[in-house]
């Protein structure tokens, strides 16, 4: 056996030892070895191949979302390493775990001009942690550093962090008839690791140990489930009213807290009135999409319950920031004010009426009209990818909260790149009928999210696509006032004009044009496979619409 082919066999195996149940490959050359031990390894390792690194990439944080596993990725080297990066961002600011196995050329070629050779070692800086592997050799004792190598990386992976293993490989990079390796390339007895490791043991510490008035309200990001959970749990024995992003409200809801409807436009329509001015926000996590959130958080005290020392306060107001908060510290809320969580919902009811009225007034579809009606029609059970820009955010103004759905999103960089894939990711490892809200520049930008092998495992995903033919979140923006009409629409508008149904056809990939609520929520019923529907709006009218929305709370509410 050859050193690359025994090296590739040794790490594959060793992967497979440490959990690692999907890996994703893309085809390449100097990656051949690793390519051909995982394919011989396929009947004890789920493999995913795609040939566009950067989809691939966020496939795997997709699939490391859904299964709680860092997902591994195979690469070769050059540019397809660089290829990786927004994922990689995505995964080390959202706290996702994914292995990022890439080959390289071996120390020799740098510096040579060699073809495909540039300096990929740590190529990630600080976003992902580095373990660089020693180049294979034809002598003993080499077994146990790649075995040890692989359970290292593994080990950081599973914090939460993503991890470049680095390896050199030196042709040949296909099995031939070398002589015998030199000693035992064996791992462990009964298929245990080379080496297990524990985590630190995780004790909630770093605990709340000031007041918490009696008039506070709760703002539950992303980040941390159990965190999430425990928290809303004081909310709710507490009657603390809770305004939750999507991608926490489940959390919230499950602990029994009473999380706002609409709440983003209850802060987004002016100065509160008298009887429902907190004496305290208390943010839990990370939250980034509502703008009257974080004009609230400029007017009252800030307790942040987050990751320490990186806790969220990009404002630079937070009074106290601590780690967790539950029950126990039900001691430290000064008092209890029955009036305060029923003048919340008083405010909620009237802000769901007069937003219901707006939107069923205004011509179908409107992005929240649609958000709207797409969590509702979901199956108990059901999975929702929210795509970055407006779709998130249409969700957060206008649906629901549902405890019976699981929603993922990609927040740690709220990029609009990988969208598409991460839902295809989530949709495999979970199992479960996935759908995804996205905007046409999303979609299009990951369009290489649907170029599946026929041999390749296809996700139950129907990517629903609200195409306004460009860039509509811009239109919400400072720059899609009107006196910057004449240079918006080119530089900031984008249209683009492309026919989502041809390029879906393309990719054979079946697409639904819904042009009416009904047909939009017959589209809806669970499918097996990957398909899109397709809901043409316009930008013309976004500003005004949303404008029409705070108007109507700040009315309802007598802001």
């Known amino acids: 056996m050859n050193p690359s082919t025994a090296m590739a066999t040794v790490i594959v195996d060793e992967l497979i030892r440490n959990d690692i149940h999907h890996a994703v490959l893309c085809p390449g050359s100097r990656d051949a070895a690793l390519l051909l031990a995982l394919h011989q390894a396929e009947d004890r390792i789920t493999l995913h191949v795609r040939i566009d690194e950067r989809s691939a990439a966020f496939l795997a944080l997709g699939l490391a979302r859904a299964t709680g596993r860092p997902a591994a990725l195979v690469c070769t080297s050059g540019t397809a390493v660089a290829n990786l990066h927004p994922a990689v961002l995505e995964a080390h600011h959202s706290g996702v775990g994914i292995l990022l196995i890439t080959a390289d050329r071996p120390p020799e070629l740098h510096g040579t001009g060699a073809n495909q050779t540039i300096d990929q070692r740590n190529i990630f800086g600080s976003s992902a942690v580095a ?13 146990p550093v790649w075995r040890g190598l692989v359970c290292r990386g593994v080990a950081r992976a599973e914090t939460g962090r993503p991890v470049q293993l680095n390896i050199p490989f030196r042709e040949p990079l296909v099995p031939t008839d070398a002589a015998p390796w030199p000693d035992s390339l064996e791992g462990r007895p009964d298929g245990a690791r080379w080496t297990t490791s524990s985590a630190a043991r995780t004790v909630p510490g770093n605990r709340v140990d000031f007041p918490l008035p009696a008039r506070s309200l709760m703002v539950v990001g992303s980040g941390d489930r159990a965190r999430a959970e425990s928290a809303a749990g004081v909310a709710a024995k507490v009657g603390w009213p809770v305004i939750a992003e999507p991608v926490g409200a489940a959390a919230a809801v499950v602990s029994g807290a009473h999380v706002l409807r609409r709440g983003p436009l209850l802060l987004g329509g002016g100065a509160l009135p008298e009887h429902l001015r907190p004496d305290a926000v208390i943010v839990v996590g990370r939250p980034t999409l509502s703008r009257g959130v974080r004009g609230l958080m400029d007017r009252v005290p800030v307790y942040g319950i987050g990751d320490h020392p990186q806790w969220t ?22 008092d209890h004010d029955p009036t305060w969580l029923a003048g919340w919902r008083a405010a909620e009811e009237a802000a769901a009426d007069a937003v219901d009225a707006v939107l069923d007034q205004r011509e179908w579809p409107t992005g929240p009209r649609v958000a709207r009606d797409l969590v509702a029609a979901l199956p108990s059970g059901a999975t929702l990818f929210l795509g970055s820009s407006n779709p998130v955010r249409d969700v957060d103004i206008a649906a629901d909260p549902r405890a019976d759905l699981t929603i993922h999103a990609n927040r740690g960089v709220a990029g609009i790149d990988g969208n598409i894939s991460t839902a295809a990711g989530i949709a495999i490892g979970s199992g479960t009928p996935t759908y995804a809200l996205v905007g046409d520049l999303t979609f ?36 899609g006032a009107p006196e910057h009409a004449p240079s918006f ?36 019923a669970p499918a097996p496979g990957l398909r899109v529907i397709e809901v043409r709006a316009t930008r013309t009218t976004l500003r005004a619409a949303h404008a029409e929305l705070r108007a109507a709370v700040a009315t309802a509410i007598g802001t």
């Open 131 to 143: 373990v660089d592997f020693p180049v294979a050799e034809a002598r003993a004792g080499l077994n």
């Open 313 to 334: 306060d990009p404002q630079y107001v937070a009074t106290h920031v601590r780690g967790w908060l539950d029950e126990d510290d039900l001691a430290h809320v000064t």
């Open 444 to 479: 299009l930008h990951d369009l290489n999210a649907l170029l599946i092998g026929p041999a390749e495992q296809r996700p139950n995903l129907t990517a629903v696509v609200l195409n306004d033919d460009g860039g509509g979140i811009f239109s919400l923006l400072e720059q």
């Open 489 to 524: 629409e080119r530089v900031f508008g984008t249209p683009h004009g492309a026919d989502l149904a041809n390029l879906c056809a393309g990719f054979h990939v079946p697409h639904t044009l819904a042009a009416t609520p009904t047909e939009f929520k017959n589209a809806l």
